[in-house]
């Protein structure tokens, strides 16, 4: 007789807080903050712009060139003629990073699933921090500026920080069961928010002796942090004798349907199963799945076509926000940075209190569509937002909530759901790789998305852009409808089993 999916629900909470040991808390930290720290040096050179901006350009506009360098050789070897031209290049090179990062993604996937996990990404942190080191510090110590220099170099960054998140969700998907998955993962998706707050606070006090010691700081703390991790992450239970989650839920889940899609489960199916993919048992070790065989598991190409309009708007609120606030209500720059904050704040709860909500249902696309309908409606009061930075805020950490919060959801928790589904049970390995792809297609939008809002925002004004982030986050709701249809319809069936068991 199969066992209620109500009682399996309590029980796999109880062993979620029986089975969690200190290493479980390490493993919280150490992913937590190597991913921060990554997310540190991107907005590292996001908060160094203007000061990069200045040194690029000739003498009679950049007032610390004659102290670092005869004034005539510096105004003969000058990379652009003004700054709005130096703006320009460094604009595309966060395309280009962003373009690099998302192939970076579906290979890192890949290889995180056949290599150690702690190998890959302490090699990602490390050789990421030096090419940082080069590209900010190395060059202007040396005095070499070269454009195809700077894009090769920033190239070579994006597929290196590629290898962090798709490595770290492997790890916690390995420690961390679905039971209690959504809070768990909600919690520790705020690593970008605080990376960015890090690498804000790290440039900043040092931004004074010259940007090229911003990127020497973090380039320096991050390949610490990569050091760290190689000797200190344990990928896997098994590294020190725990039994592999899910053992217990194997138990009472017999008579399951091993080929039932993710975040499906049927009406008297509702358990909670994990299994460890990167076992040390070299005679258990399972076979890593392939690219095309994880694209066609159930729901991983809905939930990458739904992250790429998802992360376009989030991305977009990252990179647009100071500036729109500084270009639409006349505040100052320092102003605008500081007010932006807030967005990260209601992500970073959005995303822990959708995760709670979605491990009590059992289900997350449902929990996905009512706060991306929320969003839709957010979006357009946060666009009539009125010259008012109190209200400001709250409108803008109401947002973050609704569409920060479903975000770090699929690219955590539902990210490790789509690898651990039956699917793969006992002879695939796809943790990493599936969130590759997910992360990566949403990466590649988030890439279109940047140049789109610029060119939305120069010829038709800020009021169509967020039109566009409307219909790009109607369209997230669109790709996942499948799953919600059929989610709603199972929580409704389990209702009426629940009402005739009564």
Known sequence: MAVPGSFRRQSANRGLVSHCTHHHIVVFLLTFFSYSLLHASRKTFSNVKVSISSQWTPSCLNSTAPELRPYELWNSSHLFPNA???????????????????????????VGDRLNLRWVLSFGMCSSALVEFSFGTLTEWLHFYNKWFYCCLW??????????????????????????????????????????????????????????????????????????????????PKEVGLPELGADEDEVSVEEDANR???????????????????????????????????????????????????????????WLPFYLSNNFGWKEAEADQLSIWYDVGGIIGGTIQGLISDVLQKRAPVLAVSLLFAVGSLFGYSRSPN????????????????????????????????????????????????????????????????????????????W??????????????????LIVREIGLLLHERRLRMLAE
């Open 388 to 463: 008012s930075k109190p209200i400001n805020a709250v409108i803008m950490a109401i947002t973050g909530f609704f569409i920060g919060g479903p975000s770090n959801m699929i690219s955590s928790a539902i990210s490790a759901d789509l690898g651990r589904q039956d699917l793969v049970k006992g002879n695939s390995e796809a943790l990493a790789t599936v969130t590759g792809i997910v992360d990566g297609t949403g990466s590649i939008g988030a890439a279109v998305g940047q140049y789109l809002v610029s060119l939305i925002q120069e010829n038709l004004g800020w009021m």
């Open 261 to 319: 899609p993710l975040m499906g489960n049927d009406d008297v199916d509702d358990d909670d199963r994990n299994y460890s993919i990167q076992a040390t048992d070299n005679d258990n070790q399972p076979k890593a799945i392939g690219f095309f065989q994880a694209c066609c598991l159930p729901g991983v190409v809905l939930y990458s076509l739904a992250y790429a309009c998802l992360k376009l708007v989030n991305y977009s609120f990252f990179f």
């Open 465 to 482: 852009v967020f039109y566009f982030f409307i219909l790009m986050t109607s369209s997230t709701i669109l790709f996942i409808s499948p």
């Open 155 to 236: 190239v070579v960054n994006g597929l290196l920080q590629s290898t962090g998140w798709p490595c770290v969700v492997a790890v916690m998907g390995n420690w961390f069961g679905k039971a209690g998955r959504g809070f768990v993962f909600g919690l520790w998706s705020a690593c970008a928010s605080v990376g960015n707050i890090l690498g804000a606070f790290l440039a900043s006090c040092v931004l004074k002796y010259g940007y090229e010691y911003a990127f020497l700081v973090t380039a320096s703390v991050q390949f610490a942090g990569g050091v760290i991790v190689f000797f200190g992450l344990l990928t896997s």
């Open 84 to 110: 709005e031209e130096a703006t320009l290049f460094l604009g595309t090179l966060d395309t280009i990073f962003l373009f690099s990062y998302a192939v970076g993604l579906f290979v890192s996937g890949i």
